[in-house]
């Protein structure tokens, strides 16, 4: 049976599909990253697989440590300025899906715009501190719309306006 361990929980869906699949699965419970030592110490044990996050204390020595037995290293993060990346462009090969979050970046981009035109952090702030006094057209978070704003050319304005 081979063996993966992993430094943090990666979902139920995703633990169970290992299991279902065979594999003896040892996932770090914290929040926090595990320590070094605890990575190092599991990947001299002879596992066969490490699953690790761009926290996780990662560097050669602890690549060094499973030689022989260590087979893949999964990162759940994107680029490669992450820690496990330049440990192991010397001595394996790296396969990266550089475009894995380039629509939830575009998605969050538009959704912050929107937040911002429409001022929803302090119209939120105000209901939860209950200090929304009544509705009115244009208090107090009227906002504005994202539609043909272009925020290159009006980048030095305190908001936004239509207005050229």
């Not at 087979?71 to 300025?81: E, R």
């Not at 992450?82 to 380039?102: F, G, K, M, N, Y």
């Not at 200090?131 to 994202?146: A, R």
Request: aromatic share 8%; with cysteine; glycine share 6%.
């Amino acid at each position: 049976m081979k063996r993966i361990f992993v430094t943090s929980r990666i979902g139920d869906p995703a633990e169970n599909r290992l299991r279902e699949r065979g594999y003896e699965l040892e996932v770090f419970q914290g929040p926090e990253a595990p320590p070094k030592k605890l990575i190092i110490e599991k990947v001299k044990s002879g596992i066969d697989a490490l699953i690790t996050t761009l926290r996780d204390p990662i560097d050669a020595r602890s690549f060094r440590s499973g030689e022989g037995t260590l087979k893949v290293v999964a990162q759940i993060a994107v680029g490669s300025t992450t820690s496990t990346a330049p440990t192991l462009t010397s001595t394996r090969s790296i396969h990266q899906h550089r475009d894995v979050l380039t629509e939830a970046t575009a998605e969050f981009a538009f959704f912050m715009m929107g937040m911002l035109a429409r001022k929803m952090w302090q119209s939120e702030r105000a209901v939860r501190e209950q200090k929304w006094p009544s509705w009115h057209p244009f208090l107090p978070f009227l906002g504005d719309e994202v539609t043909g704003k272009d925020h290159c050319h009006h980048r030095h304005r305190t908001h936004w306006s239509g207005a050229d």
